[in-house]
């Protein structure tokens, strides 16, 4: 029965997700938490590609979800965009040509060195947009974002409301998935996780690695960029810590309480992210100190995360 | 703007700015030495070296508080911090070798988080401001221009814990396995030398250098608990500059950019932070394994 539904499972993770996901701000004790994680759900999403696939640890990630929400909220706030496509388009396109420069400057370099690289870029960028107000707003913020409605052929909806904005964002969310088991179950797919099971042997196998991980690096970028600009949608600003390093250790973390290398994992682990976070910081103010804990602890004795060892368990 | 300076005060306010510059770089080599080192021999990344940087100034303030000695805080602080630091790798790391080498990478950040939120509920969210004892607290004529005795005291003693290391790891039979790890485990462990008793040391000498390197800065720059994710970053730069495992290109790193930041504050204070890692993209990508890195030892 457990076995049959496991496979059940994995044999069409979308629609579990479409399924889980089309009920899921009904089942949440408020819709907002939900629409948060499905965006930072797709973020982590991105950041497992690289990480949890490629095994190539960035702890820069706040790059290309920053640049995504910036891109976005800078076309809307800035450029005065009408266009909801293009908002997230020019999202897309920051975080994309990021991805190339800082990736290519990352890639030099393996293992740890990588991780600190794409830490220092990412730091660089957050300085920039901070003396940048004139265009970014600086430690304000960039306010000022219109969400315009959506609009498909013979079709326009607003997105004031939460639901509508949740469904928009389940939409492309999906989508997103849809692409990203396109990619894993692709022969790129494949030669990502040899490079991360032995880097050289897939060098020994013919493959041009370094060509390899930089596009996986660009398509991590991608999708993050994305969750950014959805972020920016939700909020309607762009705070300048979207670029800090403690965004980068927020997708590091929920990555891993949820499971490195999984497919639900980064939405797993948003969510338990998220439910601790609003939990914990309504009786403390130091609940960074229990998210550290926890977080140690998982490192520690649960490497596999929670669907990783939930997933293993079933299986044995 | 140095603009409405007549020529000699623009030479004596360069001079000051170099100056700075030096006492800054000198805080980035403790840094810097002690990442370096940790990593070379056991290709571990300790990103709570800032914490134990930032725990080394509040400890600091604690002893002073206590005892009234500046000069006893400066050595208790970061003996207190290498012991912390020797808890940290016997308890928390050691477990993790032979797994990825991200694991330790990502316990010591959860670790300096925790390490942040214990500083903040014991001294309180507010900074705080270490004073210099009194003894340092005017200034010196060197000749050609008047400066803070505390930061000529800060060269100094950094100086001297320079060359102490430097006697250490190339005079002493513990600097020799040292340095034989870094280059060859392997062969070390063959010869019958238990490296992990190694291991502990140097990451204690490390954690140690970074308490020292805290408390150090701490009547120099505000004292608080996130001081040390910053700096952590930027020696982490000055590594990647100097070369991943090399004490001379530590030191050359350190001082470099250290200047880096103090000339470019003068000029353009806005790009001081911007400029660290435009000379790291640069080293990056004219020499990717340092100033004074050997190529692919320690990848």
């Given at each position: 029965m457990k076995r049959a539904a496991v496979r059940a499972v994995a044999a069409h993770p979308v629609l579990t997700f479409v399924l889980v996901f089309a009920i899921f701000p009904f089942v949440v004790p408020y819709k907002a938490l939900a629409t948060q994680v499905l965006i930072y759900g797709l973020f982590a999403l991105g950041f497992n590609l690289l990480y949890g696939y490629t095994g190539l640890l960035s702890f820069g990630h706040a790059a290309y979800w920053g640049l995504g929400a910036y891109g976005t909220g800078l076309a809307l706030a800035k450029l005065k965009l009408a266009s909801l496509w293009g908002a997230l388009g020019a999202g897309l396109v920051l975080a994309g040509v990021a991805g190339v420069l800082i990736g290519f400057f990352c890639l030099r370099?393996?293992?740890?060195?990588?991780?600190m690289l794409s830490l220092a870029f990412a730091q660089?960028?957050?300085?920039?947009?901070?003396?940048?107000?004139?265009?970014?707003?600086g430690d304000d913020g960039l306010r000022g974002i219109q969400v315009p409605p959506l609009r498909l052929p013979g079709l326009t909806v607003p997105l004031e409301s939460s639901l509508a904005f949740y469904y928009f964002a389940f939409a492309l969310v999906t989508l997103a998935?849809?692409?990203?088991?396109?990619i894993l179950d692709s022969p790129f797919g494949a030669v990502l996780q040899a490079i991360r099971e032995n880097s050289d042997r897939a060098v020994a196998c013919g493959y041009d690695i370094r060509k390899i991980k930089l596009l996986s690096f660009v398509f991590s970028a991608l999708f993050c960029g994305l969750a950014?600009?959805?972020d920016a949608l939700r909020l309607a600003v762009v705070p300048v810590e979207s670029l800090y390093w403690t965004t980068s250790g927020q997708v590091v973390i929920m990555t891993l309480l949820g499971g490195a290398g999984t497919f639900f994992g980064?939405?797993?682990?948003?969510?338990?992210?998220?439910?601790?976070?609003?939990?914990?910081?309504?009786?403390?103010?130091?609940?960074?100190?229990?998210?550290?804990l926890i977080f140690m602890a998982f490192v520690l004795f649960l490497p596999k995360g929670i669907w990783g060892t939930l997933l293993a368990r079933l299986r044995s | 703007m140095g603009g409405h300076f007549g020529a000699p005060h623009l030479i004596t306010a360069l001079t000051a700015q170099l100056f700075t510059g030096l006492v800054l770089g000198m805080i980035f080599v403790l840094l810097a030495i002690g990442l370096s080192l940790i990593f070379g021999l056991m290709t571990?990344?300790?990103?709570?070296h800032g914490s134990f940087y930032m725990l080394g100034a509040y400890l600091g303030f604690a002893l002073v508080g206590y005892t009234k000695s500046f000069w006893l805080a400066l050595i208790v602080a970061p003996l207190l911090v290498g012991l912390l630091g020797l808890g940290v790798e016997r308890f928390l790391i050691r477990p993790l070798y032979g797994r990825s080498i991200d694991d330790p990478l990502l316990l010591t950040f959860g670790l300096s988080a925790v390490i942040i939120e214990v500083v903040r509920l014991t001294w309180g969210k507010i900074g705080l401001s270490l004073d210099p004892p009194q003894a340092l607290g005017g200034a010196v004529n060197l000749g050609?221009?008047?400066?803070?005795?505390?930061?000529?005291?800060?060269?100094?003693?950094?100086?001297?814990?320079?060359?102490?290391?430097?006697l250490f790891l190339e005079r002493t039979n513990v600097g020799l396995v040292i340095r034989g790890g870094s280059r060859d485990p392997l062969m070390v462990r063959a010869l019958g030398v238990d490296l992990r008793r190694i291991w502990l040391i140097v990451f204690g000498i490390g954690s140690a250098l970074a308490g020292?390197?805290?408390?150090?800065?701490?009547?120099?720059?505000?004292?608080?608990?996130?001081?040390?994710?910053?700096?952590?970053?930027?020696?982490?730069v000055v590594v990647v500059v100097g070369g991943m495992g090399s004490l001379p290109g530590a030191i050359v790193a350190g001082l470099l950019i250290g200047q880096v930041v103090s000339v470019t504050t003068f000029f353009a204070p806005k790009l001081a932070e911007i400029n660290v890692f435009l000379v790291m993209a640069l080293v990056l990508l004219l020499r990717p394994s340092g100033l004074f890195g050997e190529a692919g030892l320690m990848e």
């Open positions: 370099r393996r293992g740890i060195y990588f991780a660089l960028l957050y300085f920039i947009a901070f003396h940048l107000a004139d265009v970014t707003g998935l849809l692409v990203l088991k396109r950014g600009g959805l980064p939405f797993v682990g948003a969510t338990a992210f998220l439910v601790l976070e609003d939990r914990l910081s309504t009786f403390t103010e130091s609940w960074p100190l229990f998210i550290g | 571990v990344v300790n990103f709570s050609f221009g008047m400066f803070p005795a505390y930061r000529l005291f800060v060269i100094v003693v950094t100086a001297l814990v320079l060359v102490g290391l430097w020292l390197a805290g408390i150090l800065a701490g009547p120099m720059r505000s004292v608080y608990a996130e001081m040390g994710v910053t700096t952590v970053i930027e020696s982490f």
